[in-house]
Nanobody, 127 residues
Framework: QVHLVESGGGLVQPGGSLRLSCAVS????????IGWFRQAPGKEREGVSY????????YYADSVKGRFAISRDFAKNTVYLQMNSLKPEDTAMYYC????????????????????WGQGTQVTVSS
């Protein structure tokens, strides 16, 4: 059973940065594709970013391209989401998600593909 634990959320001013972490246990990270989803109040959950099992392919939602970066540390079995130039519209609960194997550029943002979900970490961007 894969277990995902997010951390790193908090309150930050517009233009600031945060780094979210997703600690993975129960499965080797090199066998999992890992993504980040977010859900703002009153909105649907949306895909933010994804990295495949080898770490060789990454994908981003258009709304975060150039500002967010996903990475993985195989030694620590942890995936990170570096978020820069944060905007109030980035305010949301952020979830780490995982799937055995990898997804493509045309499927990574589709929620039903993911087998495992973390509990989420809140990110609030406000002055």
């Amino acid at each position: 059973q894969v277990h995902l634990v997010e951390s790193g959320g908090g309150l930050v001013q517009p233009g600031g940065s945060l780094r979210l972490s997703c600690a993975v246990s129960g499965f080797s990270l090199d066998a999992l594709g890992i993504g980040w989803f977010r859900q703002a109040p009153g909105k649907e959950r949306e895909g933010v970013s994804y990295v495949n099992s080898s770490g060789g392919s990454t994908y981003y939602a258009d709304s975060v391209k150039g500002r967010f970066a996903i990475s993985r540390d195989f030694a620590k079995n942890t995936v990170y989401l570096q978020m820069n130039s944060l905007k109030p519209e980035d305010t949301a609960m952020y979830y780490c998600v995982a799937k055995r194997g990898s997804l493509s550029g045309s499927t990574w943002y589709l929620r039903p593909w993911y087998e495992y979900w973390g509990q989420g970490t809140q990110v609030t961007v406000s002055s």
